[in-house]
Nanobody, 127 residues
């Protein structure tokens, strides 16, 4: 059974940076594609970024494009989300999620298309 554990969240001032990590165990990580999602209080969960198993295709929500970068190190079974130029509206619990590479890029923005989820890490952007 695959387990995902997020880390790296915290409190940061507007304009600052954080790097989130999603560490996987229990299954060959290189056979999975990974997405990051976030959920703020009172708001539906939203897609943030997606990376295919090979790492050569990445996709972003318009709200984070140019500020966030998703990457992966399959040797370390870890996916990263580098977040720069953070804004107060980026405040949320961030979750990583994984799914089989057989799904390709179909429905990658839809959380229901992911079989595995981490427990989330809180990111708070505030002065």
């Amino acid at each position: 059974q695959l387990q995902l554990v997020e880390s790296g969240g915290g409190l940061v001032q507007p304009g600052g940076s954080l790097r989130l990590s999603c560490a996987a165990s229990g299954r060959t990580f290189s056979s999975l594609s990974v997405g990051w999602f976030r959920q703020a209080p009172g708001v539906e969960r939203e897609f943030v970024a997606f990376i295919r198993w090979s790492g050569d295709n990445t996709y972003y929500a318009d709200s984070v494009k140019g500020r966030f970068t998703i990457s992966r190190d399959n040797a370390k079974n870890t996916v990263y989300l580098q977040m720069n130029s953070l804004k107060s509206e980026d405040t949320a619990v961030y979750y990583c999620a994984a799914r089989s590479v057989s799904a390709g890029t179909y429905g990658y923005t839809n959380g229901a298309r992911y079989a595995y989820w981490g427990q989330g890490t809180q990111v708070t952007v505030s002065s």
